[in-house]
């Protein structure tokens, strides 16, 4: 399998992307700059859960609705050999996974791996109180209060990494990464809760090259907000300045096999000041949209 480099970002309107348990699950934030930040792991998590909804096994989810440890999720691979197990849960041939096999911890690296992703905006929180309507106890004669926060508009980008060397080891796929497409694509929208709801993919550029060797970088060094009012609300409010990531691309077509990419068409994409198709801006590539 060859490498791959990822761009994606989605954006989040009064919604909370990535609580911390550490901080009243406020939004994770860079407080020094006041940029949203999302883990690699909450990343994963929507892919995963969208898996698990389309039909497949994966290895870090739980049991009859309950949280277990590994070695429990192990019990039901037990009489499986190392290669059955990981042709049966996809998210560890993605994103790897130490697993208890046969009284030894064995340790894969997953080949897709993400940056924690961050906000290309600075981002204002809301912090409203809320009241349920179930009371602490019986004799309780009001619902308990509690705090609520969401971030008021986040355009959060991630970069992310297809190891072709590291696929070898756990069996992963072409048709691995066709759901991997998918799955960035469809899987926020889709596991949306009431504190993610409101959250949208915006854009989605996975560059396959022709070995397992090349990584030109994260991509997100390329690409430039362009904010057209003060503290932007909505996705209509910004563009995307991608010149440099197309010349990037563009100098580096001799090393790139496929484009796979999807693009909001809500989402204003630029080079040189000029409004563009991202189709059009990378026709001499071979692209394959994602549906």
Request: charged fraction near 35%.
């Amino acid at each position: 399998m060859n490498n791959s480099e990822i761009l994606f970002l989605y954006d989040a309107k009064f919604a909370n992307p990535n609580g911390d348990p550490d901080e009243e699950n406020r939004p994770r934030m860079d407080s020094e700059r006041d940029i949203n930040l999302v883990s690699d792991l909450r990343l994963k998590r929507y892919i995963r859960d969208y898996l698990l909804d389309k039909g497949y096994d994966i290895f870090v989810r739980k049991v009859e609705d309950k949280a277990v440890t590994a070695e429990k999720r192990m019990e039901e691979f037990k009489n499986l050999t190392e290669d059955e197990i990981l042709n049966k849960l996809i998210d560890v041939r993605m994103f790897g996974a130490t697993m208890p096999i046969k009284g030894d911890n064995k340790a894969y690296i997953g080949p897709v791996q993400f940056n924690w992703g961050y906000s290309l905006n600075k981002v204002e929180l809301l912090e409203a109180g809320i009241t349920s309507h179930f009371s602490t106890n019986e004799k309780a004669q009001q619902g308990t209060m509690g705090r609520d926060f969401r971030v008021k508009y986040s355009l959060i980008a991630f970069s992310g990494v297809v190891s072709g060397k590291r696929a070898a080891k756990t069996k992963l796929t072409d048709d691995d990464l066709k759901l991997l497409d998918e799955a960035m694509r469809h899987s926020i929208q889709n596991q949306a809760t009431r504190s993610k709801i409101g959250q949208y993919p915006r854009l989605y550029i996975r560059v396959e090259y022709i070995d397992s060797e090349t990584i030109l970088g994260d991509f997100r060094d390329l690409i430039i907000l362009k904010e057209k009012v003060e503290s932007i609300r909505d996705i209509k409010e910004c563009s995307l300045d991608i010149s440099k990531l197309v010349d990037t691309l563009r100098e580096n077509k001799d090393k790139i096999k496929n484009i796979y990419y999807f693009a909001d068409e809500n989402l204003e994409l630029k080079i040189n000041e000029e409004v563009i198709v991202l189709s059009e801006a990378l026709l001499d590539f071979n692209l394959i949209e994602i549906r």
